[in-house]
């Protein structure tokens, strides 16, 4: 029998893979990605942590455009020259259409060089570090999608000088979801400051305790190298029976990046990014 301690819930698998909720029960349903164990009486899913590398190519594949059915042929085929055959046909289509494609473009050139992809990811290590206390000041809001999180940046800057704030530290963006969300995405931008900093509406103070964490730095574009970071913090978390501490009324729980440097004077390429998720012991 399957023991359920060792398996998550669907909302920490979602959050880990960076694939919603409703698209996990969407594959589900169409034998793309199936739990490790359903609950008969309440029809809760659970998953496994080795589960979160075939999700990782899933959500590359669907990034990329490829609909349920292709993906389930196109995971059987990995390792065969029908799969790189696929990548470049979809490449060729991709290259005709308007330049609302151009992002999964270059999406699919990284994925037809899979193995420089793999080399990389092999060398991306998550380690457990106690964060001392910190004071932030934050402006929370919502936003169409995590690629927009530039429009809460937009209001938060000038209001920090308006304010006459002292920035003490680096700054990054706390995700409030409990789950990936596709749409409508609840998040923070802070910045450090000393712990007797006051702010007016829309900013907020939060003061933070000491907290355990498994971090990971990456580098690259922040939609390709978060989830390669939330990947390497997840096996990291399953090889050592640490957990999510996520409270949905505990922001200090909540998982959050801290940008190592300025997007608007740094090449995507060159992008540095340290994610961090609070835990506790399995």
């Known amino acids: ?48 942590h080795d589960q979160l590398r ?5 959500r590359r594949l669907r990034d990329v455009g490829f609909g349920v059915s292709a993906i389930g042929a196109l995971l059987a085929a990995r390792g065969t020259p029908a799969y790189a055959q696929a990548l470049s046909a979809q490449r060729a289509a991709l290259a005709e259409e308007s330049s609302a494609a151009l992002r999964r473009l270059v999406i699919i050139e990284r994925m037809l060089d899979q193995q420089r992809q793999e080399d990389a990811m092999s060398t991306i ?20 999608d995590y690629t927009a999180e530039g429009e809460l940046w937009a209001r938060f800057t000038p209001e920090i000088s308006a304010q006459g704030i002292r920035v003490t530290g680096a700054g990054g963006c706390i995700e409030h979801d409990g789950e990936y969300r596709e749409h409508d995405v609840d998040e923070s931008v ?21 907290r355990r964490v498994v971090a990971a730095t990456v580098t690259g574009p922040y939609t390709d190298a978060i989830p390669r970071a939330h990947e390497a913090i997840a096996a990291f978390m399953a090889e050592n029976d640490w957990r999510p501490a996520r409270e949905d009324d505990d922001l200090a729980t909540h ?28």
Do not use: C
């Open 1 to 48: 029998m399957t023991d359920i301690s060792k398996l998550m819930p669907i909302g920490h698998f979602s959050s880990l893979s960076r694939i919603s909720v409703r698209m996990l029960r969407h594959y589900d349903a169409n034998g793309v990605l199936a739990p490790a164990v359903v609950d008969r009486a309440t029809g809760y899913r659970w998953y496994a």
């Open 190 to 210: 802070f910045l450090e400051v000393a712990p007797d900093t006051e702010a007016a509406e829309p900013l907020s103070v939060l003061h933070f305790p000491a």
């Open 255 to 282: 998982h959050f990046n801290i940008y190592r440097n300025d997007p608007s004077q740094t090449p995507e390429a060159e992008l540095v990014t340290s994610v961090f998720m609070p835990v506790v012991e399995a």
């Open 125 to 144: 290590s998550a380690e457990l570090t106690t964060l001392p206390e910190q004071t932030l000041i934050t402006l929370r809001g919502r936003v169409p």
């Open 54 to 58: 075939e999700a990782s190519e899933i």
